[in-house]
């Protein structure tokens, strides 16, 4: 075959391959025909996030002399959305959620996540992630094909229909939708017993250095920078539409035998825990959802600890189990 025949055969598979992947389009915003958007009042949810832990990224991690967004904390995210207030991630950051029962791979979508977006093209995005053990995440395949030559600006615009599987494409009070039959075959979960949703904010910068990107290696595209204590994607709640009763009943069992003591514990004095399980380690939150510390320990010394509210997560052999312990 000469040269030129083999040139002009790969620029044409080469052309094909991008009208295949430019032409493509996704779900539109709310109200359009075609839609995935779930309101949040939408009988299919039968139960809402009931904890989360939020690790806060930078206002704008090209300017960290902004310091880390602050608007909101991780007590916001439990129950209905657009009912307590939203929790700000900022850039990278993430928030760990988990629930009553363990959500399940049923019939259509599984879970959905809202956003607090103002209107239908102020999108700022997320990955999300799912675990059945709280140490193994798993990502849900995400594509988009926002444009990465221009930086979408601090209050651009961004098109629902280039976005797919990424948490934040429709405004508040609607909630994108996602399918644990998509993430079924995965062996390092169980679809059927989903104990924790992770939601990490997407950096949607353009900028190589701190550009996120999908899972066809697409830069990601979204308003950024967005410098306020506000900033990144913001976490409103997530629905569950699906749930495992019986596995979540076990769930229970196992927390009944987890004792924490003394609790409430006066400042300085040491708090322990034991369970019938062997426990892994302990890390200890924030209300806020800040890490003040991780031990391996079966106990923790508060006395440079300041008075307040906390919630310690004690990971097990079998789950993770989360406790509101108060200093005084």
Same mark, same amino acid.
């Given at each position: ?8 055969? =790969? ?5 094909? +391959?991008?009208?295949?992947?430019? !032409? ?9 025909? @075609? #839609? ?13 996030? $009931? +904890? ?5 990224? +930078? ?19 439990? @129950? ?12 990278? @950051? ?11 791979? @049923? ?15 102020? =999108?700022?995005? !997320?990955?999300?992630? %799912?675990?059945?053990?709280? %140490?193994?995440? %798993? ?5 988009? =094909? ?10 651009? !615009? ?12 429709? /405004? ?17 979960? $169980? ?5 924790? %949703? ?14 996120? /990107? ?11 920078? #967005? ?17 495992? &009763? ?36 302990? #890390? ?25 509210? +906390?919630?310690?997560?004690? &990971? ?13």
């Amino acid at each position: 075959m000469k040269p030129k025949t083999i040139y002009l055969k =790969l620029a044409l598979l080469a052309f094909l +391959y991008s009208f295949n992947t430019t !032409a493509q389009i996704y779900a539109p915003a709310v109200g359009q025909p @075609g #839609t995935s958007a779930m309101h949040k009042d939408s009988s299919a949810f039968i139960n809402w996030v $009931n +904890y989360c832990s939020v690790i806060r990224g +930078y206002q704008d991690i090209s300017n960290s002399s902004l310091g880390y967004a602050s608007a909101g904390d991780s007590s916001m995210v439990i @129950g209905q959305a657009a009912t307590n207030g939203v929790v700000s991630l900022g850039d990278g @950051g993430y928030a760990i959620c988990t629930f009553q029962f363990p959500i399940k791979n @049923g019939p259509g979508n599984d879970f959905a996540v809202f956003e607090n977006s103002f209107d239908d093209t102020f =999108l700022e995005l !997320a990955f999300v992630e %799912v675990s059945s053990d709280g %140490v193994n995440f %798993v990502r849900f395949a995400s594509h988009s =094909l926002t444009d990465t030559t221009s930086q979408t600006g601090t209050f651009g !615009a961004t098109d629902a229909t280039k976005i797919h599987n990424l948490a934040g494409k429709y /405004r508040g009070s609607y909630g994108t939708p996602f399918d644990l039959q998509e993430l079924a075959s995965n062996p390092n979960i $169980n679809a059927n017993s989903i104990t924790h %949703v992770k939601i990490i904010d997407v950096i949607g910068s353009v900028n190589k250095q701190y550009a996120k /990107r999908d899972s066809y290696n697409n830069i990601i595209n979204d308003p950024w920078p #967005t410098p306020f204590p506000s900033g990144g994607f913001d976490l409103d709640a997530i629905g569950v539409i699906n749930q495992n &009763t019986a596995i979540g009943l076990k769930e229970n069992i196992s927390e009944k035998n987890m004792s924490v003591y003394p609790n409430p514990a006066n400042k300085g004095e040491q708090i322990n825990f034991n369970s019938s399980l062997e426990i892994i380690s302990a #890390t200890l939150y924030t209300i806020e959802g800040e890490k003040l510390l991780n031990t391996k320990n079966k106990y923790i010394n508060t006395t440079s600890i300041p008075e307040g509210i +906390y919630f310690l997560e004690i &990971t097990t052999t079998k789950n993770a189990i989360t406790k509101k312990i108060i200093i005084r």
